[in-house]
């Protein structure tokens, strides 16, 4: 009796930069959305050819970013101006004495800035994964030297396994393989 395994998508090998960039064009005007390309360097203009968007990346920075510059305001502003107000030299003791604080403002933001981008970056690639379904095609093995892929997901709506792997195969897709988990 055979084994079931659940298909993970279809994936086709592309003999140059070019013609996967063709091919990401025509798959992005296909309309799926739920698909990538795999190659050995990056690929100018491959994001544009796929229709990607700008990162959200952005946001959780921002957030990180604010969170350090309120907290680093909170932790030097608090004790020197309510709880353990000191006069040095008649200085004033308001205010007017926050530029000494500079650095520590700074310092925090990129600190805090610095680890939500880590963080967010590992969520939003779902890191740490030590297992990838692509990793089972044996052509894939030519990524990281000469192969350029495109791999279509199965939990794509608009995935049919037929339909797709014939528009694979009509724009230009060579070794057209389904990829199972």
Not at 2 to 24: H, I, N, W
Not at 41 to 58: E, N, Q, R, T
């Amino acid at each position: 009796m055979a084994e079931y395994r659940k298909v993970y998508g279809l994936g086709a090998e592309f003999d140059s930069p070019a013609s996967l960039m063709e091919a990401a064009e025509k798959i992005r005007d296909a309309g799926f959305t739920k698909w990538d390309v795999h190659t050995p360097f990056p690929v100018h203009g491959m994001d544009k050819a796929m229709g990607l968007g700008k990162s959200w990346l952005s946001a959780p920075v921002f957030i990180g970013g604010s969170t350090g510059l309120l907290t680093a305001v909170l932790l030097t502003c608090i004790p020197s101006f309510a709880l353990y107000p000191v006069i040095v030299h008649g200085k004033p003791i308001d205010w007017r004495t926050l530029p000494a604080f500079f650095p520590i403002f700074f310092e925090l933001t990129v600190l805090f800035s610095a680890f939500s981008t880590v963080f967010a970056l590992l969520i939003m690639n779902q890191l740490p994964k030590w297992y990838h379904p692509v990793f089972n095609w044996e052509r894939f093995a030519r990524v990281s030297d000469d192969g350029f892929f495109v791999v279509i997901e199965s939990r794509d709506p608009k995935f049919s396994e037929t339909k797709t792997r014939t528009l694979l195969e009509e724009i230009g897709g060579q070794h057209v393989t389904l990829i199972h988990d």
